[in-house]
């Protein structure tokens, strides 16, 4: 008995080691398969760079196809990162989303060239990029204008940072844009002041645009409604130097002609303080340290 005991235990032992020997093949096979099954999945074969940044050329040029185009270019970069046709591909891409009119996008990749390429010759067209994407997304005056001060920032940075760029002249002239834009919020909001005779709140809309924004083509009505806004506080000294520096700089101008017939119906002539600060913004501008 003790003999057939001894044999049972070990046909026992032997087939839960059996069992167990199986699991662990199964379990093995499983997982080399899977294994197998996601090299398949996952590795996808690449295309030569040369050929994909030749195709997003095509779908930029020929299909029109601006958007495409840009996904096109971001395959140079993710199948080759560390080549000269990724650097190239980037600033494409950038390109692709400005004529896309995706802004958002245009301004990531292009902020990512800069980083990642601050020297290349490209780098100043990728900072204009930047600051053409905010500019061409600028609201009307009655709106909050975030974006236009984020494009003169932007557009600060070509002509400060590529002087002597391509992209300097074109960067200028769209901040003079953006910087009439930013003073015709502050006309905006001076005359709605003015018409609800918040009188000092108008004023110090107006003096914004005398002293930051002079160049603009605001500046003239400004201090008319300079004029306006000191006599009807009654403070005549300020008034009469507002008009008598609006009539100095811009004599034909018909602003002027509006400031000097308000003199005259209150009986005082414009006369200028040299002291005053209207007077002395102006001696800044006329004298290039504005």
């Known amino acids: 008995m003790a003999v057939l005991s001894m044999r049972t235990g070990a046909v026992e032992s032997c087939a839960r080691a059996a069992t167990r020997f199986a699991a662990f093949a199964l379990v093995a096979l499983a997982l080399a398969a899977c294994s197998l099954f996601d090299k398949t999945e996952a590795v996808a074969p690449e295309e030569p760079a040369d050929k994909l940044y030749n195709e997003g050329l095509y779908l930029l040029n020929s299909k029109k196809d ?163 806004a000191y006599m009807a506080l009654g403070i005549v000294e300020e008034a009469q130097t507002s008009a008598a520096v609006l009539g100095h700089n811009f004599p034909d101008s018909r602003w002027y002609k509006d400031a000097y017939a308000l003199m005259q119906s209150r009986g005082v002539e414009p006369n200028e303080n040299k002291g005053h600060w209207i007077s002395q913004a102006f001696t800044r501008l006329a004298s290039g340290k504005f």
């Open 66 to 228: 601006a958007k495409n185009a840009a996904k096109k270019f971001e395959e140079v970069d993710r199948q080759h990162p560390y080549s000269e046709w990724a650097r190239k591909a980037l600033i494409m891409s950038a390109f692709a989303y400005y004529q896309a009119n995706a802004y958002d996008d245009c301004i990531n990749t292009a902020r990512r060239y800069v980083t990642l390429h601050p020297g290349s010759p490209d780098a100043a067209y990728a900072q204009f990029l930047i600051g053409a994407s905010y500019f061409d997304q600028m609201p009307e005056i009655s709106r909050d204008q975030d974006r236009t001060d984020k494009a003169m920032q932007a557009l600060g940075e070509v002509v400060r940072k590529y002087p002597d760029s391509e992209y300097a002249v074109a960067a200028k002239r769209k901040i003079e844009i953006a910087r009439d834009q930013l003073a015709g919020k502050e006309m905006d909001i001076g005359r709605q002041n003015l018409n609800s005779k918040n009188y000092v709140g108008a004023i110090n809309r107006f003096k914004v645009v005398v002293t930051r924004y002079q160049t603009t083509r605001h500046v003239e009505e400004a201090l008319l409604r300079l004029t306006e």
